[in-house]
């Protein structure tokens, strides 16, 4: 029963964060608020007994997304705090949040006759090994393909590109 | 960064349906969706910095032409 | 007689309970790591000083002892200030979310294995652990692995652009070396087939140790560990002769002293991990009890850190770059795709279990 308690108040903050999220002016305040998102869902996968999948939620998204996100943030020029789309939208946070609410009742409405609202069967990372590099290997074998090639020809472009600009390793290059 | 709130949802889903069955697959989609929502998430960042260096601004408002 | 079966009742009660058990490895490891984390913190100012032929602190305390706790106490007693163009939101919370993090990732360290031994009656050894549960290694590591967001929301809190850069250096150092860490300790998960850190302690019980199925594995990920705990020959973001601090520089009293902490604390869980992977946890002969096993060989292994902090220059960007990008990933890459040989030649001839 306090797990149940436990994983609306998740489920909560999780709706209210998106709140947040959107509603908020300033961009990097809503990248952290989009990081409690991350972490609120992570959490929710905890609830639901995969600890796997919120530790790479955790890992991925949270510690490499996230930074991705923030590093385009702070390294682009930005004139105005925010863009008219997002003056327009600040006038309505009151919407927002009238909608969480209510999605967040519907949520509770909608489990109040199941006993939980959580699954529990647990499902061991083996399985899910199994699962991935055997009944899905082809998918796993498209991005790995993908992925081989985009590296190499990211290293191809990189070293054509290479010769016309002097590589300032260890103070001035071979062609000195 | 709302594309990530959407990838999340579906994640949710997924994994909902892999704890109340029990099959691995919705954790193996899962994995599969976090993976590619990173790779288009590094996609994003590249573009987003070749805009600002080739126009000098993010806003995509003032981005009207197609020539770069 | 009245004792024993008082004892008796609470230990069958925690056994029951899952949720005290969580408290109890809770509590055991906070006790455990704030002790280390005081251990480690005075090795690092007296074997450093006693390399560089100087004294430590030797005024506090006898030999210096009490030093970390007036250091400390001077911390706490600073002014709480927030620079002028600081987004106090973020400032305040990023040292708080540091420390949580650090100590979340030993959660999964199975510390609390050998708390069972130290009650007087024979326990089940399985009595309060905890920490058997599987991805154990993984979530080890991802709260490990939160320390770039960390970097990048407090050097961009402070407000100046110094630290912001600061911040950009550190985040792109620790993400450079997450990649060799993770595929050093992939190979020893598929030496063991499991991602449970209990479980690999317990294979090693069978086995020969890890750092000598999987040594280069070892070597890997001990440079990665450096390089991600940002010491010493990595610590060029930080740098303190040279750079103020890095992205910490704005952060005074009580939030410097929760970042300065968590710095030590995710080098006792480092340490720890690097311990419990390759070096057989807390097995070891009989006298010593196993709690105090992974604790010697977790504090062994910070010394020989802190030894190469003495020893080495600090090395530049590039350099550090290309050595995490151009030579640790293809090695640490070509070591995982070598380990099934390795886990079959050594299950033949009997090293492994």
Known sequence: MFVDVAYYIIVLATLLSVVGFVVTKDIVRAAGLLLVVLACVAAAFAF????????????????????????????????????????LVSHENLTYLVFAALLFLLILRASAGLTSPLGYLYVSPQLVATSLYVELRGVVYALAALIGASSIGAIYVVRREKKHFDTTQGGGGEKR | MGIELIFNAANLNFVAYASTTGLAEGLSLAIISISIAAAEAAIGIAIVLLLDKLFKTVDVDKIKELKG | MNTQITLTGIIVFIERNVYLRFLLVAIVAFIIVSIGSLIELYIERKFWARIMSRYGPTEVGKFGTLQLIADAVKFLVKEDFSPAAADRTIYNLVPVFSVTVSFASLLAIPFDYTVASLFPRSLHPLTFVASNFDPSLLVAFG??????????????????????????????????YEIPLVLSFLSVVVLTQSLNLFQIIQTQAHSWPFAVLAFPAFITFTVALLAELERTPFDLTEAD??????????YGGTKFLLVYLSEYIRAFAGSAILVSLFLGGWLGPAPIPPLIWLFLKTIIVFTVLVWIRAAYPRVRIDQMLALGWRILIPVSAVWLILTPFVAHLAMVHGALA
Not at chain 1, 57 to 86: D, H, K, N
Not at chain 3, 152 to 174: D, E, M, N, P, V
């Open chain 3, 143 to 176: 709260f490990f692995a939160l320390e770039p967001l960390i970097v990048l929301f407090g050097g961009w809190a402070a407000g100046g652009k110094y630290t912001l850069i600061g911040g950009f250096r550190s985040a792109a150092q620790l993400i450079s």
């Open chain 3, 241 to 250: 002769t040279e750079l103020v601090s890095g992205w910490n520089t704005e």
């Open chain 1, 48 to 87: 639901m007994n995969s600890l796997l999948l919120a530790m790479i939620q955790l890992m991925v998204y949270a510690g490499a997304v996230i930074v991705i996100f923030l590093f385009g943030v702070m390294l682009t020029r930005r004139e105005a705090p925010t863009s008219r789309l997002r003056q």
